[in-house]
């Protein structure tokens, strides 16, 4: 079984899946090459699909915590 690792990028917080047997991974947005660490995996998951979701619920969840800190 293939894990998928939901993994974000150091330098712009960007998310991105990849797979667990990778040890670097390239961010799409700023280009940016990390190595996979334990502290930028933010969720796993068992299929593409399942990381897809994990990463439209993080998204949402961090721009409802963008809605709740304005004044
Ligand atoms: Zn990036």
């Known amino acids: 079984m ?3 690792l939901v993994v974000v990028c150091a330098s ?3 998310y991105r899946v990849v797979s667990g047997v990778q040890k670097t991974f390239r961010c799409f947005s700023c280009g940016n090459v990390s190595s996979l660490k334990q ?3 933010v ?3 068992n299929s593409a699909e399942e990381a ?3 990463i439209a619920y993080l998204k949402i969840s961090k721009a409802a915590k963008r809605e709740a ?3």
């Open 2 to 4: 293939v894990r998928y």
């Open 12 to 14: 712009c917080g960007g």
């Open 39 to 41: 502290e930028l995996i």
């Open 43 to 45: 969720a796993y998951a």
């Open 52 to 54: 897809r979701q994990r």
């Open 69 to 71: 800190s304005k004044p």
